[in-house]
């Protein structure tokens, strides 16, 4: 292995190695913008085999990084911005009052305003970030309920036992099932269509019967998914946040 853990690509230059203790298999992820590769720690590889691998999969790759760019496109904040979700606006708006690296809302209705620091870069990632996370936390507060009846809803159809529904604020994870019984849905799925809000209910509640991903668990997300599992998942794969 790397002893910078990295590895140097002829087209992408460095890309990061990332020791994993919960990774199962080695995969590749784009971590703002950039390609880097997740390693099981229980496996050892060299920097030959995960340069290979990179070559193998390098079409597939770039698509990945291409939809990156998209995503985080979309995704950059600025004043007069209007994100529209099923619960209703975020109005994102500057603030000259507000002192350096602050933010603050005000909630009327079934609106939310976000404003900024005028004194700030709103595309400056750190601050971005900042400030998308407020978002996330005040939409999980004004609507984190909404995905948690929604998991005792569909519990209820399907004769399912739930031990606790809790709303995170992940974007890489959206859904986690714990062997207890408790399910964990991250506020970002707020910002989904009701199908693709489904979809991250229902996979969770599949892992009740199933905690894993086999064919019989991928049979039975689908059922609950009326027979979507397959374009729902992609879709969901393929969503643009917008935001941080």
């Known amino acids: 292995m790397n002893s910078d853990n990295v590895i140097v690509d002829r087209e992408w230059g460095e890309i990061p190695i990332v020791l994993s203790k919960r990774a199962k298999r080695i995969i590749f992820k784009v971590v703002e913008g950039c390609l880097c590769v997740v390693v099981p720690v229980a496996v050892q590889v060299d920097e030959r085999y995960l340069l290979q691998l990179v070559d193998a999969n390098r079409v597939a790759l770039q698509r990945m990084l291409d939809r990156a760019v998209c995503r985080n496109r979309v995704a950059h904040l600025f004043s007069g911005k209007v994100i529209k979700t099923m619960e209703?606006?975020?109005h994102i708006l500057s603030d000259d009052k507000l002192e350096r690296n602050c933010v603050r809302s005000l909630r009327q209705g079934n609106c939310l305003y976000v404003y900024y620091s005028a004194e700030n870069d709103i595309e400056e990632p750190r601050y971005e970030r900042f400030v998308s996370r407020f978002i996330v936390g005040r939409m999980r507060a004004m609507w984190g309920k909404v995905l948690c009846d929604m998991v005792l809803d569909?519990?209820?159809?399907y004769s399912l036992r739930v031990a606790d529904v809790r709303v995170g604020q992940g974007r890489s994870t959206l859904g986690h099932c714990s062997r207890r019984g408790v399910i964990t849905i991250s506020a970002y799925v707020l910002f989904y269509p009701h199908h693709l809000r489904?979809?991250?209910?229902c996979h969770e509640l599949a892992h009740l019967t199933y905690f894993n991903h086999s064919d019989d668990f991928h049979r039975l997300c689908n059922s609950y998914c009326q027979g979507n599992e397959g374009q729902w998942k992609k879709e969901s794969n393929a969503f643009a946040f917008?935001?941080?």
């Open 88 to 90: 209703g606006e975020i």
């Open 154 to 157: 569909y519990a209820g159809q």
């Open 198 to 201: 489904r979809f991250i209910v």
């Open 242 to 244: 917008p935001i941080m």
